[in-house]
């Protein structure tokens, strides 16, 4: 490698180290490590803003936003904590019940929402459950973020890192859902199987107080029927699209952009509220991401690592797929894997490029997707949505520590991750 | 017209009272809020601050549960009280640090300013050292609108 690529090696790898150790705000580390780059002259404006291999893309950037402006609307219309309490009552306060229909609720949610919204809108009523039941929250609020990361798994739209992959790629909608949907139906019903293992001692509650939960009246969850119903239909048609993409050509984020803008238009929320909750740091940090990783594409950093790959597995596609699934599980148990997918995504692209065999109907890239969607599961640090649920139970007076989610947290990535082998392993090999 | 000239009489709170305490006095006085004599300062603590303790905070977070929320367990939201302390309403406030106090010569405008810094609709007027008693919002801009 040249001397501007250890450069740029060095200045992602600090950056990294920074976003990692929270030393500072992820934010100001992605887009001060973007601005080395760009000071030094590693990638030009061009490289940076307008260039499909090397720039920030948009098509995730426009997604992202269309997804949290149809969240915004969506989320005041009290349908999730409608549906969490009709949940929780149908399965007639039974604990186990309780939770296995909660997970359920969480992991269809999150197929269609980012999981940190998810955990933001199910936490509270999982709360409200737990208090009416007499049963310990902690756990619920863990088997619930733990569904919602698998959950996201499923979609283009679920997780971030999808949308990365699928990006990069050239994967639809469908092509995402079809490869890595039933793997994720599979996980799902084991990680419910496991669940009356992992969670047994929690699932003892006072069976008087189920009459406490049946009392509560989940209509009056929904705050606005008529804005309720309308989203519903916008959201049906955003799905649609996204279904449909093969035939009308239309990409995710146009969809979503266009969804965003009806639901806007129909919500009686000003634009000015809704804009409030578009998580602007989050877009930035991708933004920053992108330039910071472009840069090691420009200077052929990724190929050399993809090189160092194909050595080490001697381009045998088991070994390769075996690699980048288990070894994208470890890294995204401790690393966040919005930077991890942003940075590996070329690196696969190299490594298909230079044996055909590896990217049989996409193989390599749900190898990647599904260790670090599954494998943030591990650690609280693992994904964004653990840390906001340690955060909700933070605030409302609990604890959830790195000691405390591991108990549940490695069996439940440890079983997902390796399910996800034989179904690699016989589909696409 | 000074900060003197207006004070109401107003019972004081120790920290380590019974939180259900000011829940009674704000009730009985009709005052919106409640004095404390903490470390020899004296501090008020909004009502809507005690309702803040009394409110689980995932109704805090989520608005809409609280809509779900049967009356007969509303009831038990207030026994959530019994065993808090004033100290744990103090410890709970949105704003702290700032004075929630005014001297006998203090103008109209200066409480206004202390009340808006403090978000709190009652200041404390002191008085060489001595409580004299407490101004409510409402008598204020009772006087600032004449």
Known sequence: ?429 | MHARDLVRHVDVLDPSDLATAAFRQIEASRLPGVVVLSNARHLVVPASQVLRVVLPRYVLDDPALGRVWDESSADALVARLRSLHVSDLLAAQEHPGRPHSVDGEATLVEIAAVMAAAHVPLVVVIEDGVLLGAITASQLMAHLAR
Request: proline fraction near 4%; charged fraction near 10%.
């Open chain 1, 1 to 429: 490698m040249t001397g501007l690529a250890w450069v740029s090696v060095a200045i992602f790898v600090g950056t990294y180290v920074l976003i990692a150790t929270e030393r500072i705000h992820r934010v100001a580390a992605a887009l001060g490590g973007a601005a080395l780059v760009l000071g030094l002259g590693i990638l030009s404006s061009d490289q940076a803003f307008y260039s499909h291999e090397t720039g920030i893309d948009w098509d995730v950037i426009f997604l992202l936003l269309g997804m949290m402006l149809v969240v915004a609307v969506l989320k005041r219309t009290g349908v999730f904590e409608y549906l969490a309490i009709r949940a929780a009552k149908l399965a007639g306060g039974r604990p186990f019940g309780v939770l296995v229909l909660l997970v359920l609720v969480t992991a269809a949610a999150s197929a269609l929402l980012d999981n940190v919204t998810t955990i933001l809108l199910v936490a509270p009523v999982t709360l409200l459950v737990c208090d009416r039941l007499g049963l310990p929250p902690v756990p619920f609020l863990v088997a619930l973020t733990l569904a919602s990361n698998i959950g996201g798994t499923a979609t283009l739209v679920g997780d971030p890192p999808n949308i990365i992959i699928a990006s990069h790629a050239g994967f639809t909608f469908n092509d995402m859902l079809v490869n890595l949907g039933p793997i994720v139906v599979v996980v799902l019903v084991a990680f419910v199987a496991m669940s009356r293992l992992l969670f047994r001692r929690s699932l003892h509650g006072d069976p008087t107080r189920a009459d406490a939960l049946l009392a509560l009246d989940e209509r009056e969850a929904i705050t606005d029927a008529s804005t309720l119903a309308r989203s519903l239909v916008v959201l049906g048609l955003i799905l649609a699209g996204f279904l449909l993409q093969r035939q009308t050509g239309v990409a995710p984020a146009i969809v979503a952009l266009i969804g965003a803008g009806i639901m806007i238009l129909l919500s009686p929320l000003t634009a000015r509220e809704l804009l409030a909750d578009v998580e602007w740091e989050t877009l930035l940090f991708f933004m920053g991401l992108f330039i910071l990783v472009g840069a090691l594409v420009q200077v052929g950093a990724l190929d050399a690592l993809a090189t160092g790959i194909a050595e080490l597995t001697g381009g045998d596609v088991v070994a390769t797929l075996l690699v980048v699934l288990i070894g994208s599980a470890v890294i995204s148990a401790f690393v966040d894997n919005i930077p991890y997918v942003t940075a590996m995504s070329p690196v696969v692209a190299s490594l298909i490029a230079a044996n055909p065999a590896l990217g049989k109907d996409g193989a390599l890239w749900w190898a990647l997707a599904l260790g670090a969607d599954l494998g943030g599961n591990a650690t609280l640090v693992g994904a964004s949505a653990n840390v906001v649920a340690a955060g909700v139970a933070s605030r409302n007076g609990l604890l959830l520590t790195f000691k405390g989610w591991l108990r549940y947290g490695l069996p439940t990535a440890a079983v997902t991750v390796a399910l996800c082998i034989p179904y690699l392993l016989l589909r696409y090999t």
